[in-house]
């Protein structure tokens, strides 16, 4: 009996994760989020751009819940655009102001690194990026910064149920399976 439960768990569990083996559920607000790498420089825009082909978007981090989740699921050892940027016309300095979220979420958690944003050397840099060099704190960067060749896609808390049945349900099922294997050996 214990085998077989053990059995079917392990079933379901590598059923769950077999459909999308890159993509990981915060399971605060069950949104999932997968970090896709380019291959190559690519820009803020095209990246953008790919987060929507997806059917999802550039990354919106909200929280230090959120920004301490993505850390420790996707690491701080590279650069990664996220869904951050800069209204072109805002004046600058000040350079904290005037950023917004792709998906029009309130912008009023920043995780910045030191210094930052700083639109360094002059340059215009007004899209956001999980910086490598301040371990995951944010940095504005241009555009086009060849450095980064990763992007992170979030999928707002999609509705997986309508075609993936509930875990609870599947493992209800799971458990009458077993015990009706239970029962006919008994019998
Ligand atoms: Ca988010
Ligand atoms: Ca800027
Ligand atoms: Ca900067």
Redesign the pocket.
Known sequence: MKKLFIASISIILLCSSSANAERYTWDVNNNQYELISAGAPITWHAANNAAIALGGHLATILSAGEQDWILSTFGTSKYIWIGGF?DPSHP?PP?DSGWQWVTGETWDYTAWGPGE?N?FSGQ???YLVLWQNHNGGWN?AIYNDSRITYFLVEWDNIEIEDVIPEPMSILLLAVSICIRLFISKKA
Request: hydrophobic content about 0%; proline content about 11%; charged content about 45%.
């Open positions: 800069q600058e350079y944003p639109d215009n840099q007004d504005d």
